[in-house]
């Protein structure tokens, strides 16, 4: 009877390389169709009587698993922090108005305006959307990178700012 324990790995030694139904001297087990030079399951009884044909492979234990370290204690997430603001209200985008205690230039948050474009404004004492409505497009075209159409922009986005900032 084939259980497991008789069960080896062989190499076929057979000198046909070509594929043909094996079948053990002893035990008359079917191997299936098998080529000299394959390796597979082969009973022991009919490893040890067929040398010529059979060579056992001699497969080392295999090693002990490494066993994972134990878990470390576990790391308590660090208290939440509060972080007291201010209360300085928000300035007014639309307007321009400043914050109480800071100043605010809001040019830059205008559509449009990029940041390079709003240091020049600024430079020019331009920090206002009223103030930027004042130069219109043609104020506006006299600063490097703003031709025509991104005055138009510009100035199409503060005045439709400022309208729904009436509204509200």
């Not at 307007?95 to 709003?118: D, F, M, Q, Y």
């Amino acid at each position: 009877m084939a259980t497991d324990g008789n069960m080896v790995m062989a190499k076929y030694l057979h000198p046909n390389r070509g594929q043909h139904s094996v079948v053990g001297g002893v035990t008359k087990m079917k191997y299936g169709f098998r080529g000299g030079g394959d390796s597979f399951l082969v009973h022991i009884d009919d490893v040890r009587a067929n040398p010529h044909l059979f060579e056992e492979i001699k497969t080392q234990a295999a090693p002990a698993k490494a066993q994972a370290p134990a878990p470390a204690s576990p790391i308590a997430p660090p208290e939440p922090q509060v972080i007291e603001e201010e209360s300085v209200p928000p300035p007014d985008v639309i307007t321009g108005a400043e914050a109480p205690s800071k100043e605010v230039n809001i040019v830059g948050r205008l559509p449009g305006v990029t940041a390079p474009i709003a240091e020049l404004l600024a430079a020019d004492g331009i920090e206002s959307a009223d103030q930027v409505l004042a130069l219109g497009i043609d104020g506006l075209m006299e600063y490097k990178g703003i031709g025509r159409v991104k005055a138009e922009g510009i100035i199409e986005a503060t005045t439709q700012l400022r309208e729904i900032a009436a509204r509200a």
